[in-house]
T-cell receptor, first 114, second 113 residues
Framework: AQSVTQLDSHVSVSEGTPVLLRCNYSSSYSPSLFWYVQHPNKGLQLLLKYTSAATLVKGINGFEAEFKKSETSFHLTKPSAHMSDAAEYFCVVTFTSGTYKYIFGTGTRLKVLA | IAGITQAPTSQILAAGRRMTLRCTQDMRHNAMYWYRQDLGLGLRLIHYSNTAGTTGKGEVPDGYSVSRANTDDFPLTLASAVPSQTSVYFC????????????FGPGTRLTVL
């Protein structure tokens, strides 16, 4: 069965330090992977998307993610956290065959400390 | 371009009442979706539509119905609301099903008492 796991429900970092949000997926098919961000009381905004092109994907606001097939991972990183990065982040997987549906992780809440 | 709009922004509803959440997109996307978001569970798909005139069930369809009379609108109806339907509801759209990027509306916060 296809699934996605976000390994941390909460992550706290100091402003200016690196961010790492972890995501692993399980699939028998070739995945497409997304990271979305949700600021408080807002909808979801696409950060970046992987669809079998370059394995290192650059997104908005300085975020990037690397697809590692051998590790079935798609971790989200940013070199230097900003206060405005505080939000909830969702890893999402869908597949090029079989179900078309988005499968959401349960989210990681990022807290940025001054 | 507004993208996706949802109405109302929030609503408090008595149990047993009927409620329709509205969703409109102006991107001419073929596919539309309704999700509910509950703490600790992420987003779960309620219903979807591949194109105008067709709909399908997601993973939590019970107690909800949808229609897709045209490309732009995709209303979600709760025929007889129950407290377990208290949630935040998001509408989304994409060019088509599959690996297309989904774009989300701002959400409707619904409380059923």
């Amino acid at each position: 069965a296809q699934s996605v796991t976000q390994l941390d429900s909460h992550v706290s970092v100091s402003e200016g330090t690196p961010v790492l949000l972890r995501c692993n997926y399980s699939s028998s098919y070739s995945p497409s992977l997304f990271w979305y961000v949700q600021h408080p009381n807002k909808g979801l905004q696409l950060l970046l998307k992987y669809t079998s092109a370059a394995t290192l994907v650059k997104g908005i606001n300085g975020f990037e993610a690397e697809f590692k097939k051998s590790e079935t991972s798609f971790h989200l990183t940013k070199p230097s956290a900003h206060m405005s990065d505080a939000a909830e982040y969702f890893c999402v997987v869908t597949f090029t065959s079989g179900t078309y549906k988005y499968i959401f992780g349960t989210g990681t809440r990022l807290k940025v400390l001054a | 371009i507004a993208g996706i709009t949802q109405a109302p922004t929030s609503q408090i509803l008595a149990a047993g009442r009927r409620m329709t959440l509205r969703c409109t997109q102006d991107m001419r996307h073929n596919a539309m979706y309704w999700y509910r978001q509950d703490l600790g569970l992420g987003l779960r798909l309620i219903h979807y539509s591949n194109t105008a005139g067709t709909t399908g069930k997601g993973e939590v369809p019970d107690g909800y119905s949808v229609s897709r009379a045209n490309t732009d609108d995709f209303p979600l109806t709760l025929a007889s609301a129950v407290p377990s339907q208290t949630s935040v509801y998001f509408c989304a759209s994409s060019e088509g099903l599959g690996t297309n990027t989904q774009y989300f509306g701002p959400g409707t916060r619904l409380t059923v008492l």
